[in-house]
């Protein structure tokens, strides 16, 4: 059974830091594309960063600058580290793999919340 499992979500004040982690288990994910998403209250899912096999990155222009993807030496787990976040940072944060045949999966989500 193929499993995403995030990590790391919380309550930080603006400006801090957080370290979002999402472990994928069931199937090799080494060919995958990974990435996070996020969905705040009452606005639609929205890429955040992804990752490809061959370590290439893309940033949603919002948080340019401030957060950093990664893909753990095991190519199963990604990490997303967050710093100088803002309140328009809270939202529900997804994990999500795309498989070379278009077949994607998702994470549960984990919540982070950025307090003024």
């Known amino acids: 059974q193929v499993q995403l499992m995030e990590s790391g979500g919380g309550l930080v004040q603006a400006g801090g830091s957080l370290r979002l982690s999402c472990a994928a288990s069931g199937t090799s994910f080494t060919m995958d594309v990974m990435g996070w998403y996020r969905q705040a209250p009452g606005k639609q899912r929205e890429l955040v960063a992804t990752i490809t096999r061959g370590g290439n990155t893309n940033y949603a222009d919002s948080v340019k600058g401030r957060f950093t993807i990664s893909r753990g030496s095991a190519r199963n787990t990604i990490y997303l580290q967050m710093n100088s976040l803002k309140p328009e940072d809270t939202a529900v944060y997804y994990c999500?793999?795309?498989?070379?045949?278009?077949?994607?999966?998702w994470g549960q989500g984990t919540q982070v919340t950025v307090s003024s």
């Open positions: 999500k793999s795309l498989r070379p045949s278009g077949v994607a999966y």
